[in-house]
């Protein structure tokens, strides 16, 4: 018997490395719910951040350009808000869902080379930011906060296999779940919208807030191109998406503020 | 001993630069450069450290691990490869060789290569598999693996004969 283990004992140690290996992979979510998650995100964050403190000064421009878009757009919507609420009552268009918390945000760290990307943000818990709550850049779909540690936290991006976002198209209000091929950075499909709901080319696609998770109404992208699978009579449809994910650098983490409300109360249902 | 605090600093300066650089470049959003693998393959490997150096290529997996939040799959590829060395070295040099394949690239040329590139393509089609964690993936996996393999060796050749030439002088 111990010669046994002793003529094999390299094979046997591989055996039981892989096997560790192998069970940190398939165990991931035990893994992130631990405290060494915690204190390995702490250390690699901040990290990434000192990188990202002196690499960040080569995107200023390309950051200032993205940021005073979005400012103007903004103050576009200010102005037609500005006149919407003169005419009106504020208090009936006030709807009751709409508290939001929107947290500013710097992603220190991100990889859309990966099978699964992720990206790290530069706060966390201290924030207030907590796990599963949406980051959106501008208007649209970023990822979802996955780990917190204290100062940092770990965002799943979108463009990931774990993520199904529920959307809807826009004008049809039509209800879809969008999934990312996993090839490019720039596209991801939709399966479930049949011949009949009259999609084209250029609608756009938004989240439907039915999931607790994303708000309702944040963009994900516009339709790119539909081809007809004619054995079934659904259409697969390619979306953009409405993030540039590999430039994208200041985001907001968006949550709802009855977020822990409606969670528990899912899990209720559950 | 020297030879020991050598390999130290290679394994350090690896993860370094794999960490540092590396991770943060990205080609046609398909290829990954995982230069670190360089260690596993110049690794002074004899019959009596086989199980050292599965223990070293395991902690070399699981620290690129931490930093890239990728859980066990660098791991899993690592000491996968790191067990199959000396069986791939058997394959391509008829006996069962240890043989240290530190300077092998001047002294074997076309051997090391194809040392290298069996290496290469199995930890990296093992890395994206894991990742995938599903046959449907697989055209994907493919894909990535060749690109991948093709980018990690340039970039190990390129290192290996700045290396060689700094040696022989």
Redesign the interface.
């Known amino acids: 018997m111990f010669k046994f283990f002793q003529k094999y004992?390299?094979?046997l140690?591989?055996l039981l490395?892989?096997s560790?290996?192998?069970?940190?992979?398939a165990n991931?979510s035990v893994?992130q719910k631990s405290l060494f998650a915690k204190s390995?995100i702490e250390v690699?964050a901040s990290?990434y951040n000192t990188?990202n403190n002196i690499t960040q000064y080569f995107w200023l421009k390309n950051d200032n350009k993205k940021l005073s878009a979005e400012n103007a757009e903004l103050q576009r919507k200010v102005k037609v808000l500005e006149k919407f609420i003169a005419q009106k009552n504020y208090e009936n268009t006030l709807d009751g869902d709409s508290v939001l918390i929107i947290i500013p945000v710097k992603i220190v760290?991100k990889?859309?080379?990966?099978?699964?990307n992720?990206m790290?943000i530069n706060k966390g818990r201290k924030d207030g930011i907590r796990k599963d709550m949406s980051v959106v850049s501008a208007n649209s779909v970023v990822g979802v906060v996955q780990t917190v540690s204290d100062n940092y936290a770990?965002v799943i991006s979108v463009l990931s296999?774990k993520l199904k976002i529920s959307g809807k198209l826009q004008k049809a209000d039509y209800l879809c779940s969008i999934f990312w091929n996993?090839?490019?950075?720039r596209k991801c499909n939709i399966e479930n919208i049949p011949d009949h709901v009259a999609a084209a080319v250029g609608d756009t696609i938004v989240t439907s807030g039915y999931s607790s998770i994303f708000p309702e109404n944040v963009v994900v992208g516009t339709i790119k191109k539909i081809t007809l699978n004619p054995s079934t009579a659904w259409n697969n449809i390619e979306i953009e998406y409405a993030t540039d994910f590999m430039t994208v650098s200041f985001v907001n983490v968006v949550a709802n503020a009855r977020h822990n409300e409606l969670n528990s109360l899912q899990q209720s249902l559950e | 001993m020297k030879e020991n605090l050598q390999y130290a600093l290679y394994f350090m300066l690896l993860i370094a630069v794999q960490v540092l650089v590396l991770n943060q470049i990205c080609l046609f959003g398909f290829g990954c450069i995982f230069l670190y693998t360089l260690f596993i393959l110049i690794y002074p490997l004899s019959k009596n450290n086989q199980i050292q150096f599965l223990f070293i290529s395991f902690l070399l997996g699981f620290i690129i691990d931490l930093f890239s939040n990728s859980y066990g799959t660098h791991t899993f590829a690592c000491t996968l490869i790191a067990y199959l060395r000396p069986h791939i070295t058997k394959l391509y040099n008829g006996a069962d060789n240890f043989e240290p394949l530190k300077k092998s690239y001047q002294k074997f040329g076309g051997l090391f290569i194809r040392y290298a590139v069996t290496m290469i393509l199995i930890h990296h089609f093992t890395l994206f598999m894991m990742e995938a964690f599903s046959l449907k993936l697989l055209p994907i996996v493919l894909l990535k693996t060749l690109v991948s393999s093709i980018l990690t060796m340039i970039f190990i050749f390129f290192i290996q004969s700045l290396f060689i030439k700094k040696n022989a002088r």
């Open positions: 004992s390299t094979f140690i591989f490395l892989e560790v290996a192998f069970a940190l992979i991931q893994f390995v690699t990290f990188t760290y990889t859309v080379d990966k099978i699964n992720y790290i770990v296999q996993g090839q490019s950075p």
